[in-house]
């Protein structure tokens, strides 16, 4: 059978479309679900593999981007969702669902200390919401990034700048909980701007649990899983026809979602 996907939604959320079909692209099964029909047990986590929080803006980010909905998930379903990410399940925020999970307590969890926040993602350094690609250089072994080195993704937040005290950083340097860095890499041969997007402390773009199965990275996989998604795709186009080599369908981003459902099969 397929792994199945929960994908939540409401409240703000906005991508959870993209990010569900990203997970059947790749060949899982999934869900949009409210969180209100997840309070009021219309749908079990127990029945989902995978947990997705995706981007948005939920709450229109009034009282700090994912706070308001961290706030309504662990007053109403904190039980439920420690129980599910103590098993063999995989969970992913992206952007906004990201900052959902700092704000829960999730990452990076400490010592497994679930539900103490520990780091935060906050206004951007440059002060503008900030739409553009990145490079990014892979540093832990979480599934989620099995076999990837380096990866090219959009990114699109305001409050994106990854920011914790100096003894959290040590042991996040320490326990190896640091999944990704903003590197300078190829999309930079065609663009002009900072490495670093938003100011974040060490780069870091993306971290995990010391499970290593709870994934929180800002930039957008969903929005990079066709070769056409590429900024710079026409250039590669025509390089690719005129080296006689055929034209991959696949943007990067789709081998993250690859990777969660190889996990379960």
């Excluded at 009282?63 to 662990?74: C, E, F, I, M």
């Excluded at 971290?207 to 969903?222: A, F, K, N, Y």
Aim: charge should be positive; include cysteine; aromatic fraction near 10%.
């Amino acid at each position: 059978m397929k792994p199945k996907i929960i994908v939540l939604s409401g409240y703000g959320l906005n991508c959870e479309e993209e990010t569900k079909y990203a997970f059947e692209l790749a060949g899982g099964k999934g869900d949009i679900v409210h969180v209100n029909d997840l309070i009021d047990g219309r749908y079990n986590l127990d029945n989902y593999q995978i947990l997705a929080v995706p981007g948005g803006f939920s709450y229109g980010d009034d009282t700090g981007s994912g706070n308001a909905y961290a706030n309504k998930l662990k007053n109403h379903l904190w039980k439920k969702l420690t129980a599910f990410i103590r098993k063999d399940k995989l969970a992913i925020g992206i952007c906004n669902g990201f900052q959902i999970l700092v704000n829960l307590g999730l990452l990076p969890a400490l010592n497994g200390n679930y539900g103490k926040r520990e780091v935060a993602l906050v206004q951007n350094n440059n002060k503008r919401y900030t739409v553009r690609w990145v490079d990014l250089k892979i540093e832990n072994g979480t599934p989620w990034f099995a076999g990837i080195k380096t990866i090219s993704l959009p990114i699109a937040h305001g409050e994106g700048e990854f920011f914790a005290a100096e003894k959290i950083l040590a042991q996040l340097k320490n326990k190896n909980l640091i999944a990704a860095r903003y590197i300078k890499g190829e999309i930079d041969n065609y663009q002009s701007l900072p490495v670093n997007p938003n100011g974040s402390l060490f780069n870091i773009a993306a971290v995990t649990d010391e499970s290593r199965r709870i994934l929180g990275m800002m930039p957008h996989p969903e929005r990079a899983i066709f070769f056409t998604q590429l900024p710079h795709w026409p250039y590669l186009k025509e390089k690719y026809l005129r080296e006689n080599k055929p034209l991959p369908v696949d943007g990067p981003g789709l081998q993250i979602f690859k990777n969660a459902i190889i996990y379960f099969s």
